[in-house]
Structures are given as C-alpha cells and as structure tokens.
C-alpha cells in the first residue's frame, strides 16, 4: 500500500532543493499553481508543503502571498553563533567516532573540491556536503538533526561567502585543517578549526554585504 504521505514529502523536499539551490531567491514569491505545475505535483501536497515550510520560518507572509523569507543582520549573527557551536561539537564527536572509511571521504573531499576554485555556485553545493559529511561522522543523530534545521537557514542567505575573491582556496585550507585534527583524534584542535573556519566565513559575508550596502547606497 503507498504511503499516503509521500507526494507531501516529495513536495517538501522539492521546495527545499530549489531554495536551497537559490532556483527561489530570498523575497521570492511561491505561488501554490506554479509550483504543482513545475514540480509535476497536485495542489494539495503543495499546499501542505508550503504550510510546512511556512511553520519552519523559511517562508513568510506578504499579505495572502507566501515569500522565500530573508534573514536580517540579527538573525544572521545569531544563526553563525549556533552553527559554530554546533558544528564545533560535531567535529570533537567525529574526532572520537569517524570510521577510517569516513576520515577517507573527508579527505577525499577537499581534495575533489580544489578543481572547484572559480566556480561560487559548484563550491558552495560541495562545501554542504563537506559539512555534511562531518554532521553524519559525528554519530549523534539528535545532533545531526539540529545541523540541518541550521543548514537549511543558511539558504536563506542570497549569496555565498565563497564567491569573495580569495575565499575558495582559504576555506579548503581550514577544511584540511578540521580533516587533519579529526584524523588525529584532537577533539580540541577540531571544535577550534571548526570555530575559525565559520568565524571566517562570517567575516567575509559581513563585507560582502558591508560592499553591497555601499555600490546600492
């Protein structure tokens, strides 16, 4: 018997990928028909799908309208003080708990995603899995779920960090940092890579955005 929920499941994650994906941008509109037209859906896992996402705060009203909704300089700021702390603690876990296996993926990882140095968009889909990667080699599952409530906060930021010039090679290189104290099982030395790689990240958003207020100003 097919599981009555699934085309609601389905309708969610398609929504998602394509917010995440930045196909849905910050502000914009989702409107119910265009969406079951484009993702081959009914309107009513749709619809169950947008309430879902509405209950998330990853959309927000305007009037009747649901938008893609944004993050403003706070929530922005409290969003990087909880994803360090939680990403910090993923990497002491995985310094404990990764299989040899898993250490191997991390490294074969920032070695893959050198190539993809001048491409913002590529680096950014293979830094969510990098980080990804670290959540699941935690081995905490309640852990692994608060990370992608985050995660998926993130994709409401407009752009990405990693499309300042310079910050593709820098943040593999911290990458390579989080990999190495992990392998050598320095739960210290992971949970402060970790910490200095998003602090970085964060720095660098902040004058991406300090930038875009001065050519727009």
Known sequence: MQDARSPQKDAYALILEAIDSHIYKPGDRLVESELAERFGVSRTPIREAL???ETQSLLTRDGRSLI???LDHTQMAELYVVRGELEGLAARLASRHATPE???VLRDMVEADRKLIGNPDALSRANRRFHKQIHLASHNRFLVQQLDLVHRSMALLAT???AAEGRGAGALDEHQAIVTAIEAGDGDGADKAVREHISKAFMTRLKLDAASVERNG
């Open 51 to 53: 309430q879902r996402l």
């Open 160 to 162: 990405t960090s990693l």
């Open 68 to 70: 893609v909704a944004s």
């Open 102 to 104: 898993e250490i191997r």
